[in-house]
């Protein structure tokens, strides 16, 4: 996983964010779209946890919103909007497979 930290403003939605970045890839495998929704639940290590935090503050504060309209204020909207981002990168990805 390549990890590259810059410090830089950033627009996340319609919301710009001065934060350091983090980039990783994320693999992911061609399936067929399912039509419902997933219920996940779990618990995250001291290190994940930190991160999670992390991202829920840099969010919150640049007034960051999910998909659905809601300002993100706690770690659960912070992994919504972490998979609402790499929705949005596989959603791109099968639209350029399909051209």
């Avoid at 779990?42 to 994940?48: D, K, Y």
């Avoid at 919103?65 to 992994?79: A, E, F, M, P, Y």
Wanted: no cysteine; aromatic share 4%.
């Amino acid at each position: 996983m390549g990890k590259k930290k810059r410090s830089e403003t950033v627009k996340a939605g319609t919301a710009t964010i001065d934060a350091d970045i983090r980039t990783i890839e994320v693999p992911m495998a061609q399936i067929k779209p399912a039509g419902f929704g997933i219920h996940i639940d779990f618990q995250l290590n001291p290190e994940s946890s930190d991160a999670i935090r992390s991202l829920r503050k840099a969010l919150d504060d640049g007034n960051v919103r999910l998909k659905n309209g809601r300002r993100i204020t706690n770690t659960t909207d912070s992994v919504r909007w972490l998979v609402e981002q790499v929705a949005l990168r596989h959603a791109d990805l099968r639209v350029a497979h399909h051209q």
